[in-house]
């Protein structure tokens, strides 16, 4: 028969005495193999983001100085009366499409009434509201109340016409206040 050549015995101190099979073993290995890269791989990663936390700082304290610039020039005195007066503006130009939108024009009405104020009477206030009309004069002379107050009365287009008259130093102050009727 075959002779088989007897193998010296030893005891190997370098191999581990413990089973492949145990879990905590297998966590070494891995941690001694890719944990080790991992862990590199995040200190990489966290050193590049408080690097980059300088960066981004920079910049943001650059876009608040840039703001404060331009909010330092926005708090002049020009721009504050500027922005005022555009806001005015705004707010009447809003005014008038809501208005020009919703009311009758009674431009006509204004331009009848103003025409037939005799030359000799100084119009100093005049309101519209609704229909009915309240103006205020100075006159030098009370004829030309009289023809007026007449000319007004007699008017068809005109009703509950009436005239407060006082004098005032040298001039007379008439305050006028009527209704036009209804067309139709």
Same mark, same amino acid.
């Given at each position: 028969m075959l002779k =088989? =050549?007897?193998?010296?015995?030893?005891?190997?101190?370098l191999d581990p005495v413990y089973s492949p099979n145990e879990t905590f073993v297998k966590v070494y290995e891995w941690l001694t193999s890719v944990g080790k890269y991992l862990l590199i791989t995040v200190e990489i990663i966290a050193l590049a983001v408080f690097m980059s936390r300088f960066v981004l700082d920079k910049k943001n304290n650059d876009l608040t100085e840039e703001i404060n610039d331009k909010t330092a020039?926005?708090?002049t005195e020009p721009w504050?009366?500027?922005?005022v007066l555009y806001q005015n503006y705004h707010k009447l130009l809003s005014d008038v499409s809501v208005v020009s939108g919703k009311q009758e024009l009674n431009s006509?009405?204004?331009?009848?009434?103003?025409s037939g104020i005799p030359l000799t009477l100084s119009l100093q206030s005049f309101s519209l509201h609704d229909r009915r009309i309240s103006l205020?004069?100075?006159a030098g002379n009370l004829g030309?109340? =009289?023809i007026y107050e007449s000319s007004l009365k007699e008017n068809q287009q005109y009703e509950d016409v009436t005239f407060n008259i006082s004098k005032e130093e040298s001039d007379i102050k008439v305050t006028i206040s009527f209704n036009i009727k209804e067309a139709g």
């Amino acid at each position: 028969m075959l002779k =088989r =050549r007897k193998q010296p015995k030893f005891i190997n101190l370098l191999d581990p005495v413990y089973s492949p099979n145990e879990t905590f073993v297998k966590v070494y290995e891995w941690l001694t193999s890719v944990g080790k890269y991992l862990l590199i791989t995040v200190e990489i990663i966290a050193l590049a983001v408080f690097m980059s936390r300088f960066v981004l700082d920079k910049k943001n304290n650059d876009l608040t100085e840039e703001i404060n610039d331009k909010t330092a020039i926005l708090n002049t005195e020009p721009w504050k009366t500027n922005n005022v007066l555009y806001q005015n503006y705004h707010k009447l130009l809003s005014d008038v499409s809501v208005v020009s939108g919703k009311q009758e024009l009674n431009s006509s009405i204004v331009s009848e009434i103003v025409s037939g104020i005799p030359l000799t009477l100084s119009l100093q206030s005049f309101s519209l509201h609704d229909r009915r009309i309240s103006l205020t004069f100075s006159a030098g002379n009370l004829g030309d109340v =009289r023809i007026y107050e007449s000319s007004l009365k007699e008017n068809q287009q005109y009703e509950d016409v009436t005239f407060n008259i006082s004098k005032e130093e040298s001039d007379i102050k008439v305050t006028i206040s009527f209704n036009i009727k209804e067309a139709g």
